[in-house]
């Protein structure tokens, strides 16, 4: 993706606050398992909003997360997640992401912010895709974006592994993470 300087919105996305609709959003995340496979999950995104304003430049993204509700349809490995070996979820019970910046990439955008889980702040960069908007049958204005970025478990202090027979370790630290977003304009 080529960044540009061009801050004008997406055609149909209005300035104004957009609450994230959390029983149409999700937050998904990969993770390498014994270096042979992927295990997916899911965390619940329970609040968000989406500040456009009347240019890019001056729009924000801010969300919360509840790391108490990952999913991995496995209960004993998301009752071992949420242990002290991994999130803590009782001494961190949310996690947070408040943009510092938004900017045009091609046909697409890089949200920059500030992601802090496991009571660990460190800048991401959203890869994120504008989706377009409609209005649902309610008359309710939405706007739908997709976003994906990596982090380092290390990095956020998550570090719990196992060493395997073979080599290599039971848990990769990269973690790729991705989103899809329906929030709706506020009036």
Do not use: C
């Not at 957009?18 to 619940?44: M, Q």
């Not at 890089?110 to 309610?138: I, Q, R, W």
């Not at 719990?160 to 990769?172: D, F, H, P, R």
């Amino acid at each position: 993706m080529t960044e540009t300087t061009v801050t004008t919105l997406p055609n149909g996305l209005t300035a104004g606050t957009w609450t994230i609709d959390a029983s149409h959003s999700e937050a998904a995340f990969t993770v390498r398992h014994a270096g042979i496979a992927k295990v997916r999950g899911t965390v619940a995104i329970t609040d968000g909003t989406i500040t456009v304003g009347d240019d890019l430049a001056v729009s924000a993204v801010a969300a919360t997360l509840d790391p108490a509700t990952i999913d991995t349809r496995d209960a004993n490995r998301d009752g071992h997640l949420k242990s002290a070996d991994f999130f803590e979820v009782e001494t961190y019970p949310t996690w947070t992401f408040t943009s510092t910046s938004v900017r045009a990439a091609g046909d697409d955008y890089v949200v920059t912010g500030d992601l802090t889980l496991h009571g660990v702040t460190k800048s991401v960069e959203l890869k994120t895709e504008f989706n377009g908007t409609a209005t649902d049958p309610f008359g309710n204005p939405r706007a739908g974006f997709s976003a994906a970025t990596e982090i380092s478990r290390k990095d956020f202090g998550l570090t719990w592994n196992a060493a395997l027979e073979t080599g290599g370790v039971l848990v990769s630290d990269t973690v790729k993470i991705a989103l899809e977003i329906s929030a709706i304009r506020q009036a």
